[in-house]
């Protein structure tokens, strides 16, 4: 009898187990990186309504993170806000609120930066997600896609971004690309060829916010 027991309390773990990592394979996380330098910031706007949509649309046990890029962006301090939302609605709800708040507040105060570290930002959201253990990981990058690295700032070295959705959104048109529209595409060549290399499972460029924002996210 002792014995049926114990194999009993062996499966019941072992199933136990299985069911919390299967919840997570279940889950989303997203990591969004706002760009915070030049005259970008004056974007600020655009991006709350970016944050308000995944905010409404993500689900209890899913993870958010919002963070700044600016001239060193890989750094914990730039994370503005992250959660992982509670399995009881009301209590993600209430999450929701608070993260709306302090995302408010970010707004508010934002500066622009001199410098736009988008690859520390991507190295940053990389290492979030994956400790999130969620089955589907998305980064989203609301900024014109131009890099500017500071002096001494070191970014040219292969980057892993294993397992991850990759979304560019809002990439405006700088005046270079006006007078030459094959920068702007070049630019975006470019970055897709870098993030596909690093592993990404999917590379998706969003401008026209009102009408695809349902693109942002993986459908499940």
């Known amino acids: 009898m002792k014995r049926l027991l114990l194999i009993c309390f062996v499966l019941f773990g072992t199933f136990f187990v299985s069911a919390c990592g299967d919840s997570r394979m279940h889950s989303q996380a997203v990591y969004m990186l706002v760009d915070t330098s030049g005259t970008y910031t004056l974007e600020v706007n655009k991006a709350l309504k970016i944050i308000n949509y995944l905010l409404a649309t993500l689900n209890p046990g899913d993870s958010l993170a919002v963070a700044k890029v600016e001239t060193r962006s890989f750094t914990e301090k730039d994370i503005v806000a992250k959660v992982t939302f509670d399995k009881r609605p009301s209590q993600a709800t209430q999450?929701?609120?608070?993260?709306?708040?302090?995302?408010?507040?970010?707004?508010?105060?934002?500066?622009?930066?001199?410098?736009?570290?988008?690859?520390?930002?991507?190295?940053?959201?990389?290492?979030?997600?994956?400790?999130?253990?969620?089955?589907?990981?998305t980064i989203v990058i609301f900024s014109d896609m131009q890099?500017?690295?500071?002096?001494?700032?070191?970014?040219?070295?292969?980057?892993?971004?294993?397992?991850i959705r990759i979304v560019a959104l809002n990439v405006t048109k700088l005046r270079t690309d006006n007078a030459d529209p094959r920068i702007y595409l070049d630019r975006l060549v470019l970055w897709?060829?870098?993030?596909?290399?690093?592993?990404?499972?999917?590379?998706?460029?969003?401008?026209?916010?009102?009408?695809?924002?349902?693109?942002?996210?993986?459908?499940?």
């Open 147 to 163: 890099e500017e690295l500071g002096k001494g700032t070191v970014r040219d070295f292969p980057i892993k971004l294993d397992g």
């Open 192 to 220: 897709e060829a870098r993030v596909r290399k690093a592993g990404a499972t999917e590379w998706v460029v969003v401008n026209d916010l009102e009408n695809n924002m349902e693109s942002i996210l993986n459908t499940r």
């Open 95 to 137: 999450q929701k609120r608070a993260f709306k708040t302090k995302i408010e507040e970010f707004a508010k105060g934002v500066h622009g930066s001199a410098y736009t570290d988008i690859t520390g930002g991507l190295i940053q959201g990389a290492e979030y997600l994956n400790e999130t253990k969620a089955g589907i990981k």
